[in-house]
């Protein structure tokens, strides 16, 4: 693994309004890792994706891909970074009136760089890779929760990015094909030596997939290391997420102290 992070969210707030999602966020993202960052629903994590991705501009701080400030790119550098990353959103995101094919083709198209038998070969390769040959010609609506998370991942794959962004990509999937996807996901990611970070708040997806781990609560970085850090992590916090109990300083109520800040 790099020394030199691959992406690092540096010293980052991002707030609407009044409400701060992310305050004083620190990430360094390695090359070949897999990153999952934990947290509860609505606690920033599909934000920081976004960020990564120059969709959002953070309120202070900077955020680096490599040399690049990605708040500061123009619209042509951005699209030009943003080749570089696949994404899998949390709920496939295909596009329902075209085909299988033409999904995983699009992103292709769009650079005009790729001739037509070269994309069908790629479209051929990824599809395979994640057990989905023979399904070109299908529509989005003919295919599973767990078929389309599949598409989805092969989509990702077309551009032969170096870093992979997942958006809960275990969400409205039962746990068999969760566990399909979990090892999708390592055995992608191991073959193609893509980094990859992982939102989730699935625990058991979150220790399988995890070489490390990060967790957000109240808009900051309270725990991040190895996942063995996290089973015998001593934050009550993260202790109460990990384990899923239901007594613990996430589900108290917050005193009029708390609420006043």
């Known amino acids: ?86 994404m899998v959103y949390q709920y496939s995101a295909l596009i329902s009136s075209m085909t299988v094919r033409q999904n995983l083709a699009l992103p292709v198209e769009e650079l005009g760089r790729r001739s037509h038998a070269e994309i069908n070969q790629l479209i051929k390769e990824n599809l395979e890779a994640v057990g989905m040959s023979g399904t070109e010609e299908k529509m989005p609506s003919e295919l599973s929760g767990g078929m389309r998370k599949r598409v989805s991942l092969a989509r990702a794959l077309m551009m032969q990015p170096e870093l992979i962004l997942f958006d809960e990509p275990s969400a409205g999937l039962d746990p068999v094909i969760s566990s399909v996807i979990d090892e999708l996901i390592i055995g992608l990611t191991d073959k193609t030596k893509a980094t990859s970070v992982i939102v989730t708040h699935e625990m058991e997806s979150a220790f399988k997939i995890a070489t490390r781990m990060a967790m957000l609560y109240r808009g900051k970085i309270i725990e991040n290391g190895a996942p063995e850090l996290f089973r015998a992590s001593k934050n009550p916090v993260v202790h109460q997420f990990v384990t899923g109990t239901a007594e613990g300083p996430i589900t108290e109520i917050p005193s009029h102290a708390d609420t006043a800040q």
């Open 1 to 86: 693994m790099s020394e030199t992070p691959l992406v690092h969210v540096d010293n980052v707030v991002l707030s609407f309004g009044d409400k701060t999602v992310l305050d004083g966020v620190d990430l360094k993202i390695f090359g070949g890792e897999r990153l999952v960052i934990l947290g509860q629903s609505g606690s920033g994590k599909s934000t920081m994706l976004r960020l990564i991705l120059g969709i959002l501009k953070p309120t202070s701080g900077v955020v680096r891909y490599r040399h690049l400030q990605v708040q500061k790119l123009s619209r042509s550098k951005l699209n030009a970074l943003r080749r570089r990353i696949g």
